[in-house]
């Protein structure tokens, strides 16, 4: 097949898998810009996506015990992805050892060194936890796009979590902290915590206008809607905050302040849209978030498109919507997308409406095959 020219892009021409959740053994050969993967809930279609996200983030999206994505019965799983521009990166892990990620069969020293160099969006069911759940979900948001594009993050978020780890022990200590040590750890936390909180609020109001044209485009401009960023970095030099309240964390054990409860407000109109929105305006929301996400990286990412992992999204959204979300895909701002859904008509929506290349794959009880 001739290889169509796209924006800079990392494509997935082969994926292999063995033994990675209910998949003993797949390798498919890809199109370039459409994969479709049909199947009913629970036959392994989603974990061919999550095959394809290990292969960027070093994780499963949804499972962060690497051991329980071996197929049962077995000892150890392999997925390995051959991309295009001669690229090969291979994930694999035997029970009761560590898990080894090569690239061109050079494994990482340290895991982060991978990610961002295959940047990947997915959009999902589980999005909608980004509303009805706590902040720490909005917080992995902000740090799983901004870790695709500025190396740096990672590394200010680690120093970050070991110095607020080290106070909170100390906090929960017996005997009193020593003022001089837990004052060397708030200084740490402040230092990373600015730079952390500088990144996450260039990233929202960069993201935000993005954002809200994807939210108009696919709700026909029929509500407004907005996102706020809240930090402690808002009220004061980080440091100052943090030391505000030493006795009071001592009391209950733990850091009160910092960049750990940074949150992301979700607004339509001038209400929370946990409380306010539909399912089918919390599905509109979500997914117009994971588009600019995707525009967002596409742009600050080297240039490069990242692929693009569409799980089952069309569910509890009206015909308009979801005719809208078809038109914004099989445009040509995307590049490689795989998609999954039980509804073949929904599919040959999408494939009607490009011009592209497409395969379609149907999937049954961990069994993938290749069908026109």
Same mark, same amino acid.
């Given at each position: 097949?001739?290889?169509?020219?796209?924006? $800079?892009?990392?494509?997935?021409?082969?994926?292999?898998?063995?033994?990675?959740?209910?998949?003993?053994?797949?390798?498919?050969?890809?199109?370039?810009?459409?994969? *479709?993967?049909?199947? %009913? @809930? /629970?036959?392994?279609?989603?974990?061919?996506?999550?095959?394809?996200?290990?292969?960027?983030? $070093?994780?499963?999206?949804?499972?962060?015990?690497?051991?329980?994505?071996?197929?049962?019965?077995? &000892?150890?799983?392999?997925?390995?992805?051959?991309?295009?521009?001669?690229? *090969?990166?291979?994930?694999?892990?035997?029970?009761?050892?560590?898990?080894?990620?090569?690239?061109?069969?050079?494994?990482?020293?340290?895991? !982060?060194?991978?990610?961002? %160099?295959?940047?990947?969006?997915?959009?999902?069911?589980?999005?909608?936890?980004?509303?009805?759940?706590?902040?720490?979900? +909005?917080?992995?948001?902000?740090?799983?796009?901004?870790?695709?594009?500025?190396?740096?993050?990672?590394?200010?978020? @680690?120093?970050?979590?070991?110095?607020?780890?080290?106070? @909170?022990?100390?906090?929960?200590?017996?005997?009193?902290?020593?003022?001089?040590?837990?004052?060397?750890?708030?200084?740490?936390?402040?230092?990373?915590?600015? %730079?952390?909180? #500088?990144?996450?609020?260039?990233?929202?109001?960069?993201?935000?206008?993005?954002?809200?044209?994807?939210?108009?485009?696919?709700?026909?401009?029929? #509500?407004?809607?907005?996102?706020?960023?809240?930090?402690? *970095?808002? +009220?004061?030099?980080?440091?100052?905050?943090?030391?505000?309240?030493?006795?009071?964390?001592?009391?209950?054990?733990?850091?009160?302040?910092?960049?750990?409860?940074?949150?992301?407000?979700?607004?339509?109109?001038?209400?929370?849209?946990?409380?306010? /929105? !539909?399912?089918?305006?919390?599905?509109?929301?979500?997914?117009?978030?994971?588009?600019?996400?995707?525009?967002?990286?596409?742009?600050? @990412?080297?240039?490069?498109?990242?692929?693009?992992?569409?799980? &089952?999204?069309?569910?509890?959204?009206?015909? +308009?919507?979801?005719?809208?979300?078809?038109?914004?895909?099989?445009?040509?701002?995307?590049?490689?997308?795989?998609?999954? &859904?039980?509804?073949?008509?929904?599919?040959?929506?999408?494939?009607?409406?490009?011009?592209?290349?497409?395969?379609?794959?149907?999937? #049954?009880?961990?069994?993938?095959?290749?069908?026109?």
């Amino acid at each position: 097949m001739k290889k169509t020219s796209y924006l $800079c892009s990392m494509i997935l021409e082969k994926l292999t898998l063995m033994n990675y959740k209910n998949i003993a053994e797949a390798t498919l050969a890809l199109s370039p810009k459409m994969n *479709c993967f049909i199947g %009913q @809930n /629970g036959a392994g279609k989603t974990n061919i996506l999550d095959a394809i996200y290990y292969l960027s983030f $070093c994780h499963s999206a949804n499972n962060p015990i690497d051991s329980q994505v071996i197929r049962h019965g077995e &000892d150890f799983f392999i997925i390995e992805g051959n991309y295009d521009e001669d690229v *090969c990166v291979t994930a694999a892990m035997k029970r009761g050892q560590k898990k080894h990620i090569k690239r061109n069969k050079k494994e990482y020293k340290r895991l !982060s060194e991978h990610i961002g %160099q295959i940047p990947v969006v997915v959009v999902s069911p589980s999005d909608t936890l980004l509303i009805e759940s706590g902040s720490e979900e +909005r917080r992995r948001l902000m740090d799983m796009v901004i870790s695709q594009y500025d190396p740096t993050y990672i590394d200010a978020l @680690n120093r970050y979590n070991k110095a607020l780890q080290q106070r @909170n022990t100390m906090l929960k200590g017996e005997e009193e902290p020593n003022v001089d040590v837990i004052g060397i750890w708030e200084e740490q936390m402040a230092t990373a915590g600015e %730079q952390i909180y #500088e990144r996450r609020d260039a990233f929202v109001r960069e993201m935000v206008p993005i954002f809200q044209r994807y939210y108009e485009t696919i709700s026909g401009n029929r #509500e407004r809607v907005s996102i706020n960023y809240i930090s402690h *970095c808002q +009220r004061g030099p980080l440091l100052e905050v943090i030391q505000r309240d030493r006795l009071k964390d001592r009391a209950v054990g733990y850091s009160l302040h910092g960049i750990h409860r940074d949150d992301l407000e979700f607004m339509i109109g001038d209400h929370l849209m946990k409380r306010e /929105g !539909s399912q089918g305006q919390n599905k509109t929301f979500v997914i117009s978030l994971k588009l600019a996400q995707f525009d967002f990286l596409k742009r600050t @990412n080297s240039k490069t498109t990242p692929l693009l992992l569409l799980d &089952d999204i069309f569910d509890k959204l009206d015909a +308009r919507r979801v005719e809208q979300i078809v038109s914004l895909v099989a445009g040509e701002d995307f590049g490689q997308i795989f998609i999954t &859904d039980t509804n073949r008509e929904h599919l040959d929506q999408i494939l009607s409406a490009s011009s592209h290349d497409y395969k379609i794959f149907y999937v #049954e009880d961990g069994h993938v095959q290749e069908r026109g």
